[in-house]
């Protein structure tokens, strides 16, 4: 599932190609991949619209339109959205093709689980996805005052609370993982037994890590693909993340794998307390 850093690289590789271009034509394949107010069709929504801005809100990906409706994109687990500079026919995966005054929008979702949902000028303050999500924490209100607050006396794994949007939104599996193997921190450890100094620690590994995983292109194991269509390298650095088994690579140790809230972990006994 796209996280945090693949997000946002979408949303930089697309923005030199799309912003200013006007919207021609929508074609939707599958129904199911757009999500629109009663009696709306997306060629009403969308035909002669400017895009004016293209913004991030954790995974979310947000389409600014010139009339102030925007059509936010949740990619989930094997959602694309690709420029190309000519028309092209896609695939059987191709659920959206949007025409631009140059070039098409192709968003493909080979599971389908991902959704492109239209949201009418003044409403995207509102919408529930959106406003349950805490901050961003690459931003300026993710401090680290605000993170050791959130996490005092707190009973759950700190990977699941890591991976709980309303305290920090963005994280997934992989940079949670990697950023708790950065910080030295098992990921089944209560959250509310982490010293201030811990938090510390794992409030700049989180930081960092995704900075690193966004300076990369995101990470790509089979599907994600950035807007250009290009692969993320990321995982050329993962210390931990999908090497259960395997020796660490700072002290040499197995990796365990375990679960943590209903996912998977992987972590090093050796590295991490």
Known sequence: ???????????????????????????????????????????RALREREIVALGRRGKYLLLELDDGATVVVHFRMTGALVYYPRARAGDAHTHVVVNLTNGQLHYTDQRKFGRLQYVPAGELA???????????????????????????????????????????????????????????????????????????????AVRLTLTQGIAAGGTTFRDYRDGDGHSG??????????????????CGLPLHKVRVGGRASVYCPGCQH
């Not at 690289?9 to 999500?35: E, M, Y």
Request: charged share 20%; net charge positive; with cysteine.
């Open 1 to 43: 599932m796209p996280e945090l850093p693949e997000v946002e690289t979408i949303r930089r590789t697309l923005a030199p190609h799309v912003l200013g271009q006007t919207i021609k034509k929508v074609r939707v394949n599958w129904p199911g991949a757009f999500v629109l107010p009663p009696k709306l069709t997306p060629a």
């Open 126 to 204: 509102t919408l529930a996805c959106l406003t349950k999500l805490g901050p961003e924490p690459t931003g300026e209100d993710f401090c680290l005052e605000y993170f050791a607050r959130k996490l005092d006396g707190k009973k759950t794994a700190i990977k699941a609370a890591l991976l709980d949007q309303t305290i920090v939104c963005g994280l997934g599996n992989i940079y949670a993982d990697e950023a708790l193997f950065r910080a030295g921190i098992l990921p089944f450890r209560p959250a509310g037994t982490l010293r201030l100094s811990e938090v510390f620690l794992l409030y700049d």
């Open 233 to 250: 390298s990321f995982q050329n650095q993962l210390r931990v993340y999908g090497r259960g088994a395997q020796p660490c690579l700072t």
